[in-house]
């Protein structure tokens, strides 16, 4: 500690004679503070380059001194401290780094993949990271620790993943034209997929081809018939590794033959026989503005932990208001689907309030304090009173609706459709209107549980 009072006084001592000399070296007419102290005779002048000589040189010696013992001391101080920083660092790792992940207490987590009624059931080990389509395909990473979930988390955000233990992609659900076989349908669609290099045999009870695609064995194909009837349909699963150590890409072949198959089925709202509605509140570090992706991520999420039953979600927002001559519509999410609120209908029975998913993905459900949430999601004219009602558009139709409207991917319409009413270019025409056509009406009422516009008659704006 002395030697360290040592260096710090001639330090100061140091920048008090160098400062004292130097301050406003380039006004003449300033005095140098120092120099000549008021009541002290009068010192005769030195020659000025005599004078900055003398002073440059013990400037310089004096500073090399202070230089030299400071880092002596620096350095000795710092290997008695800390010796540890001496050793050899370890080179950066090129994976990027994982993001802090949406916190929250999961109280169900999955352990199925949905898609196209095919189920394959995972081991409870496995934990699934979700990924951004590439090319329109749905990728889902799969790890065994958190550790290597979180970077897998934070590169499928980015985009790519170059370290992984399993991955699969595709998991898209392809409809085959109609009087085409799935052969035929498959070279013209997906040349990439040799179904004559895979062995052929059934999962499920159905048509399938597998076999692996390269010499190395990191990667597999899989074909599975999900419909035989018209139209018929398949799913195609590519599964890869990038560390054939961790055994994975092998587990998951082994499991493949236990893979679940029914018949595919489109479904609509109002046609489930069990209508469950809850409020969803959705958080993920993963973005996506992917409908199809959401559903991917809702049907493997949600589906009960080995069940073979397949259920059915939708998804609902809470319409705008109509204002003034604006008609209302839907309130979409802006930025993050992944990280919004939205109404759920489904048929799933074994489902409770709870949080559902993984750190990556969490699905938070709770019961909504409107009773028969389910009757007015499965029933865009469902209501209870008069109030429940509104005048907005619900997808291309244009009428008396409730609030809710179904979250799909962003449609096209041609001419808007008055509800009983006719499109808005054929109530143009025959109105004779040389600006836009809208409604007008009495009020909105809630007649035998259904809204209703009185006295709805189309006019000219």
């Given amino acids: 500690m002395r030697g360290c009072l040592k260096y710090e006084f001639m330090l100061y001592f140091f920048l008090e004679i160098h400062m004292e000399n130097q301050i406003n070296v380039g006004d003449q007419n300033t ?25 440059m040189i013990s400037t310089i010696i004096l500073f090399a001194v202070l230089l030299v013992g400071s880092a002596f001391y620096f350095l000795n101080t710092r290997k008695e401290t800390n010796p540890s920083q ?12 994982a993001t802090t992940l949406p916190t929250g207490s999961v109280t169900t987590k999955p352990n199925q993949i949905r898609i196209g009624r095919l189920q394959l059931t995972y081991p409870d080990s ?22 290597e979930a979180q970077t897998l988390a934070s590169c499928a955000s980015a985009g790519s993943c ?72 398949f799913v195609a699963i590519t599964a890869s590794t990038a560390n054939t150590a961790s055994g994975m890409l092998e587990e998951y072949i082994v499991k493949l033959p236990t893979v679940k198959v029914s ?57 705008i208001k109509s204002s003034g ?21 489904t048929d799933n029975n074994q489902l409770s309030d709870g949080v559902y998913g993984t750190n990556q993905v969490q699905i938070k459900l709770s019961t909504s304090s409107t009773k028969n949430l389910g009757l007015f999601l499965a ?9 429940d009602c509104q005048y907005r558009a619900n997808f291309c139709t244009i009428g008396a609706f409730n609030p809710y409207h179904q979250f799909a991917t962003p449609w096209g319409c041609g001419p808007g459709d008055f509800e009983g009413l006719g499109n808005s270019e054929e109530l143009h025409t025959s109105l004779g209107c040389q600006t836009d056509v809208e409604v007008k009406y009495d009020s909105l009422k809630c007649v035998s549980n259904s809204c209703q516009a009185v006295n709805a008659k189309a006019v000219c704006k």
């Fill in 263 to 319: 018949e595919y089925k489109s479904v609509k709202p109002n046609e489930l026989t069990v209508k469950k509605g809850f409020v969803v509140e959705m958080t993920s570090s993963l973005n996506a503005q992917d409908s199809s992706l959401v559903n991917f991520i809702l049907d493997s999420l949600l589906a009960p932990k080995n069940s073979t039953t397949n259920y059915s979600y939708f998804l609902y927002t809470e319409s």
């Fill in 86 to 97: 001496d050793l050899p660092q370890s080179q950066p790792s090129i994976e990027p780094s």
């Fill in 126 to 147: 496995w934990i699934p990271i979700f990924a951004t389509p590439n090319n329109d395909k749905n990728v889902i990473f799969f790890a065994k620790t958190e550790q």
């Fill in 379 to 387: 029933d865009p004219k469902y209501c209870q009173q008069d109030t």
């Fill in 31 to 55: 005095q140098q503070i120092g120099q000549n102290p008021v009541n002290q005779p009068p010192v005769p002048s030195v020659p000025k380059k005599q004078r900055l000589n003398y002073w």
């Fill in 325 to 345: 001559s604006s008609i209302g519509g839907p309130n979409y999410p802006k930025d993050n689907y992944l990280n919004s609120k939205y109404f759920l209908l």
């Fill in 162 to 233: 170059g370290n992984y233990s399993l991955k699969l992609e595709d998991f898209a659900n392809y409809a085959v034209w109609q009087n085409s076989t799935i052969e035929d349908f498959i070279k013209q669609v997906r040349s990439d997929i040799q179904l004559s290099s895979l062995q052929k045999t059934t999962i499920g009870g159905r048509e399938a081809w597998l076999g692996y695609t390269d010499s190395q064995k990191t990667r597999y194909q899989a074909v599975i018939v999900t419909s035989s009837a018209q139209p018929k349909s």
